[in-house]
T-cell receptor, first 116, second 112 residues
Framework: AQSVSQHNHHVILSEAASLELGCNYSYGGTVNLFWYVQYPGQHLQLLLKYFSGDPLVKGIKGFEAEFIKSKFSFNLRKPSVQWSDTAEYFCAVNKGYGGSQGNLIFGKGTKLSVKP | DAEITQSPRHKITETGRQVTLACHQTWNHNNMFWYRQDLGHGLRLIHYSYGVQDTNKGEVSDGYSVSRSNTEDLPLTLESAASSQTSVYFC???????????FGPGTRLLVL
């Protein structure tokens, strides 16, 4: 069965520190990859996604992620975090059928706390 | 603006009672999903639907049911609520061919 692993349960950083959150998935075929963010008390919002093409994708609020197929990884990065980035981050995967539906498999999430 | 709404936002119920959580989207999306979010488990899929009259079981479907009588709504029913169903429930929807799912604000359910 497909699975998604997020390496860190809780990350604590100071403002201006660089961020990298790990995500690995188990499915060997074509995949679509997502990072969602959940700010405290709010619903999930899409941060960025990868379907095909350039493996380095840029999302909102200065976030980016790199798809490395050989490592089954889709790590999230941000060069300089802000206090407002405090949130929980979820990596998700679905099978890439080229336009048809696919159920999302979520990782367990990484809670990011940024100290002002 | 198109949106996805859930009601109620908070619910307290007793063990054994039937509970229905509503999800309504105005994007005209074909696909709708229900997830539960629990500490240490992330989001897990309960049920999903790819269109009117279509419903499918997800990873954690036991004790839950859904029905899809129109495009806009996918109500989730807990047939006999159990304390293990205390959770935050999120509804999501997506357009066929567009893999991104859009999430509702969530319903926090407490089963006593």
């Amino acid at each position: 069965a497909q699975s998604v692993s997020q390496h860190n349960h809780h990350v604590i950083l100071s403002e201006a520190a660089s961020l990298e959150l790990g995500c690995n998935y188990s499915y060997g075929g074509t995949v679509n990859l997502f990072w969602y963010v959940q700010y405290p008390g709010q619903h999930l919002q899409l941060l960025l996604k990868y379907f095909s093409g350039d493996p380095l994708v840029k999302g909102i609020k200065g976030f980016e992620a790199e798809f490395i197929k050989s490592k089954f990884s889709f790590n999230l990065r941000k060069p300089s975090v802000q206090w407002s980035d405090t949130a929980e981050y979820f990596c998700a995967v679905n099978k890439g059928y080229g336009g048809s539906q696919g159920n999302l498999i979520f990782g367990k999430g990484t809670k990011l706390s940024v100290k002002p | 603006d198109a949106e996805i709404t859930q009601s109620p936002r908070h619910k307290i119920t007793e063990t054994g009672r039937q509970v229905t959580l509503a999800c309504h989207q105005t994007w005209n999306h074909n696909n709708m999903f229900w997830y539960r979010q629990d500490l240490g488990h992330g989001l897990r899929l309960i049920h999903y639907s790819y269109g009117v009259q279509d419903t499918n079981k997800g990873e954690v479907s036991d004790g839950y049911s859904v029905s899809r009588s129109n495009t806009e709504d996918l109500p989730l029913t807990l047939e006999s609520a159990a304390s293990s169903q205390t959770s935050v429930y999120f509804c999501a929807s997506s357009w066929t061919g567009e893999e991104t799912q859009y999430f509702g604000p969530g319903t926090r359910l407490l089963v006593l």
